[in-house]
């Protein structure tokens, strides 16, 4: 079936770049999403890109596609500790989203 | 905005009770889901329902069954809590044909089952 995959855990020095990374198995995906869960919150939606889309920039959040390998990745320039969260990627299918496991995103001072 | 409210953030229930979550969204959204949420397993799709008394399981309903009376409601049902079932639940809404199938999240209730 469908899957997304992420890594769990990414620690970055403020003021670095955060680079989050996601493949999933679905060719047939319409949007692609990044959402964003601060501590004891529900998600958010942070960004999305079209499937026909090879990149979106959004101030300091870049989404770079790559559909031939099935990769999505999420780059946050100037990191800082109000960013530390879990991001989810995620892909449409019918109607529904796949979720990846999230990856703890830990930004130190 | 959007709100998507649940109806507890905490919840401390007995092995075997019967157990209500509640979700309620406010922007007359036709599509409802319910996610469980465990640490390095993402979210995962317990039901879905596009419209009103209509379900359709997703990738984990046993030991759940849902409820949609209402078109801004969308309960979920643990019929006999057990243990296993101790996790983050969360309500999400959409709209049918909406832009990007963008679903909004609640605030999530953390249920532990002792």
């Known amino acids: 079936g469908e899957d997304v995959e992420q890594s769990l855990f990414l620690s970055v020095r403020e003021g670095d770049s955060s680079v989050i990374n996601c493949t999933y198995t679905d060719s047939s995906s319409t949007y692609l999403y990044w959402y964003k869960q601060e501590p004891g919150a529900g998600l958010q939606l942070l960004t999305y890109i079209f499937s026909n889309m090879d990149m979106k920039q959004d101030q300091r959040l870049t989404v770079l596609l790559n559909k031939k390998d099935k990769h999505l990745s999420l780059r946050i320039a100037d990191t800082q500790t109000g960013d530390s969260a879990i991001y989810f990627c995620?892909?449409?299918?019918?109607?529904?989203?796949?979720f990846g496991q999230g990856t703890t995103l830990q930004v130190k001072p | 905005d959007v709100k998507v409210t649940q109806s507890s953030r905490y919840l401390v229930k007995r092995t075997g009770e019967k157990v209500f979550l509640e979700c309620v969204q406010d922007m007359d959204h036709e599509n409802m889901f319910w996610y469980r949420q465990d640490p390095g397993l993402g979210l995962r799709l317990i039901y879905f329902?596009?419209?009103?008394?209509?379900?359709e399981k997703g990738d984990i309903p046993e030991g759940y069954s849902v409820s949609r009376e209402k078109k801004e409601r969308f309960s979920l049902i643990l019929e006999s809590a057990s243990t296993n079932q101790t996790s983050m639940y969360l309500c999400?809404?959409?709209?049918?044909?909406?832009?990007?199938?963008?679903?909004?999240f609640g605030p999530g209730t953390r249920l532990t089952v002792t």
């Open positions: 329902s596009y419209d009103v008394k209509m379900k």
């Open positions: 995620a892909e449409t299918h019918t109607g529904k989203l796949i």
């Open positions: 999400a809404s959409s709209l049918i044909g909406g832009m990007r199938d963008e679903q909004y």
